[in-house]
């Protein structure tokens, strides 16, 4: 079956222009996740959906870091006025959710959208 | 100190070696621990998986977990240049939840 999608794979854009990325989760998955990989950084976590509850923002870096989910599924990373730093691979993952108990439900990640601002 | 150290190498070993590959961790709430493999210009992609400490194995990959010492391990073994990737460990409190990285190590297997 199909995959985590990204679009657009990559983005090249100008400092202090609005960009938007991208996020079709695999079917049926409730849980959606947004990380950025930057060079010598690893994998950072930065906003997470669950279902219909209140989205964990707790990673996100500013406040120019918005993110949306509509209808449970296609979700949008909207970074605003970006800057130099914000250059990085943005990822997308989505699991299935349920109860843990030592179970853990795999978090499947999109190849990811590569953002350099200029 | 970040919460979860790992060596960003690189590492470069022949075909056939045992690869040894480890991390440290601070945040003692952590109970799942998991390795992913990414390969360039690749989304990550879950290797295995532990809950609390032990071993797991799986074919010629071993994760090892010990909490009292906070410091996990992936084994390779009979490498292949095939393996040749970058390895991050992930933990978390629930099996659900964000992960916390590592920054990954660079993997070559030499043929």
């Known amino acids: 079956g199909a995959g985590v999608s990204q679009s657009p794979s990559n983005k090249v854009t100008e400092k202090g222009k609005d960009v938007e990325l991208r996020c079709d989760p695999i079917?049926?998955?409730?849980?959606l996740y947004w990380y950025r990989q930057s060079l010598g950084q690893g994998l950072e976590f930065l906003i997470y959906?669950?279902?219909?509850?209140?989205?964990?923002k707790s990673g996100l870096p500013s406040d120019r870091f918005s993110a949306e989910r509509t209808g449970g599924s296609v979700s949008t990373l909207t970074i605003q006025r970006t800057q130099q730093e914000d250059s990085a691979v943005y990822l997308c993952?989505?699991?299935?959710?349920?109860?843990?108990?030592?179970?853990?439900?795999?978090?499947?990640f999109g190849p990811g959208t590569r953002l350099t601002v200029t | 100190q970040k919460e979860v150290e790992q060596d960003p190498g690189p590492l470069s070993v022949p075909e056939g070696a045992i690869v040894s590959l480890n991390c440290t961790y601070s945040?003692?709430?952590?109970?799942?621990f998991m390795w992913y493999r990414q390969y360039s210009r690749k989304g990550p992609e879950l290797l295995m998986y532990?809950?609390?400490?032990g071993n797991k194995e799986d074919g010629r990959f071993t994760a090892q977990v010990d909490k009292s010492s906070k410091y996990i391990s992936l084994f390779i073994r009979d490498s292949q240049p095939s393996d040749s990737a970058t390895y991050l460990c992930?933990?978390?409190?629930?099996?659900?939840?964000?992960?916390?990285f590592g920054k990954g190590t660079r993997l070559s297997v030499i043929a």
């Open positions: 993952a989505s699991s299935s959710h349920g109860t843990s108990g030592g179970a853990v439900y795999e978090q499947y």
């Open positions: 079917s049926g998955h409730t849980a």
């Open positions: 959906f669950q279902g219909n509850s209140a989205p964990d």
């Open positions: 945040n003692s709430a952590f109970q799942y």
């Open positions: 532990t809950y609390s400490s």
């Open positions: 992930a933990m978390s409190d629930s099996g659900n939840t964000p992960l916390v």
